[in-house]
């Protein structure tokens, strides 16, 4: 039997960085008393787009992770992706928050880190078929 503890462990705690996100949704939609979307309120929007960001590129993430582990790639690596993966997961939400929708270094750092993390589990699960 194939052990995907690894990604497990990343998948868990992504999961629970996507409910604290989640999270602050709720409390803006509740607090401003909005039903659906943001109200036209640039906070909300913020809000709603860090969570749907987390949403958009951590599942691809963890895919691509639980294929590199299945098909063995070392613990080493599958540690520091997921660990480089929920770093930038929180630096992009951190960045984007505190940046108020523009630049700031942490959204910068957090969506690279994310994307490098995507390249390279795409390319090692590529290279697994040759």
Do not use: Q
């Not at 963890?62 to 590199?68: G, S, T």
């Not at 098909?71 to 997921?82: A, D, K, R, T, V």
């Amino acid at each position: 039997m194939v052990s995907i503890e690894i990604t497990a462990l990343y998948a868990g705690l992504c999961a629970l960085l996507v409910i604290a996100l989640a999270f602050r949704v709720v409390a803006f939609r509740r607090g401003k008393k909005v039903g659906l979307g943001t109200g036209g309120d640039k906070h909300g929007h913020i809000a709603v787009r860090v969570h749907a960001n987390a949403v958009e590129y951590i599942p691809l993430a963890l895919i691509l992770m639980l294929i590199a582990e299945i098909n063995g790639l070392s613990h080493l690596w599958l540690h520091c992706l997921g660990g480089a993966l929920l770093l930038g997961r929180l630096l992009h939400a951190i960045g984007l928050v505190a940046g108020k929708g523009g630049y700031h270094p942490g959204r910068f750092i957090g969506t690279s880190l994310t994307w490098l993390v995507i390249i390279i589990l795409a390319v090692i699960d590529i290279l697994a078929v040759f």
